[in-house]
């Protein structure tokens, strides 16, 4: 348990549903991230809050729609979307922006 | 633009051999450099970090690495691999002003017995 942590650990989804990932951290951090990590390709940042404020939206498509309600949740809304995204969604945190991560788990998407 | 590269792709060693995994970053001034590794399934776990001060630094598991500011280079060592330590491991940037990370594309380690 790394204190920071992600819900489902697994999903399947197909191309027209909606579902939501879920990340929670008591670390007392300020800023939350998602990535996406694909099979050999660098971990792709996806989005950035930081005071719950969204600081980063890396040109990631409107099928990915994040929220962060408090300090402690992030959430990553995902709705039609392609089987290219199936991939690890790794959240992180950190007290304050890029000083050492804490990631979760992670939840594997696959998308059919 | 900061960049890391790992040039190593995979990596067999056998249990018990002293390893090496290479990272290069590219970055104007001092950046902040760490190391993650990546058991299968499982999250980013941190093993070590250069914020300044010693370029020595040790970190979790027995691991090490050297930051040699003329070769741009952090270069993670164990000298007697485990078996535990099959994963993946990941060298990343960031900015000393507290920009995002970039991270390298990782390396694969295999440990034979």
């Known amino acids: 348990e790394t204190g920071v942590t992600q819900t489902p650990r697994h999903l399947v989804m197909g191309m027209t549903n909606k579902k939501s990932l879920k990340c929670e951290q008591h670390l007392g951090h300020n800023a939350m991230y998602w990535y996406k990590q694909s099979a050999k390709k660098p971990l792709e940042l996806m989005f950035v809050y930081n005071f719950k404020e969204q600081t980063e939206n890396n040109s990631v498509p409107s099928r990915f729609s994040p929220e962060c309600p408090n300090s402690s949740h992030l959430f990553l809304h995902l709705h039609t979307l392609q089987p290219e995204d199936s991939a690890l969604y790794l959240c992180a945190s950190s007290q304050e922006r890029g000083y050492g991560y804490t990631f979760g788990s992670g939840t594997r998407l696959t998308v059919v | 633009a900061q960049s890391v590269t790992q040039p190593d792709i995979h990596i067999t060693v056998s249990e018990g051999a002293s390893l090496e995994l290479r990272c290069n970053y590219s970055?104007?001034?001092?950046?902040?450099l760490f190391w993650y590794v990546q058991s299968p399934g499982q999250g980013l776990q941190l093993l070590l970090k250069?914020?300044?001060?010693?370029?020595l630094v040790q970190g979790i598991k027995g691991f090490e690495a050297e930051f040699k500011r003329s070769q741009s280079s952090f270069n993670l060592r164990k000298p007697s691999v485990h078996w535990s330590d099959a994963a993946e491991y990941f060298c990343?940037?960031?900015?000393?002003?507290?920009?995002?990370?970039?991270f390298g594309t990782g390396t694969s380690l295999t440990v034979i017995p």
């Open positions: 250069y914020f300044s001060g010693d370029t």
């Open positions: 970055y104007g001034a001092t950046p902040y």
């Open positions: 990343a940037v960031v900015a000393n002003t507290g920009n995002q990370f970039y």
